[in-house]
């Protein structure tokens, strides 16, 4: 921007940052490239947080309408994910590993389509 110094875009730009902290997503677990949400609505869905560095994965879900459910509870201010670390914020290694665990068998009980 005109005008503007550095330190100025760069506090804009951490401040911006910063608010995404926490927001969720969610991604088709289906075989083959991403593609639109509406593709494959019975396909399960992994839904992340972005912890300000990358995604983490936080549940899995069975279809489209239970992802649509979690993330608009969530932008409602709903606790409607299980968190990894139980509060929601970063968790012991042993407590991230099991979650891991569990998630990966959950993965595993899916039907095969």
């Known amino acids: 921007m005109e005008g503007e110094s ?3 875009w ?4 951490e ?4 608010r995404k902290v926490g927001r969720l997503r969610a991604g088709t677990l289906a ?3 991403l593609r639109g949400a509406h593709v494959a609505p019975d396909a399960p869905r992994l839904i992340s947080r ?3 560095h990358t995604w983490r994965p936080v549940a899995v879900v069975a279809d489209l309408a ?4 979690v993330l608009r509870a969530a932008r409602n201010g709903l606790q409607a994910t299980p968190a990894t ?3 929601g914020g970063a968790a012991p290694a042993s407590r991230l590993s099991a979650a891991a665990d569990r998630r990966e068998a959950r993965l595993r009980a899916l039907p095969d389509e």
């Open 6 to 8: 550095l330190e100025q």
């Open 10 to 13: 760069l506090r804009r730009r």
């Open 15 to 18: 401040e911006r940052q910063a």
């Open 31 to 33: 075989q083959g490239p």
């Open 50 to 52: 972005w912890d300000g």
């Open 66 to 69: 239970q992802a649509r459910a």
């Open 85 to 87: 670390g139980g509060d």
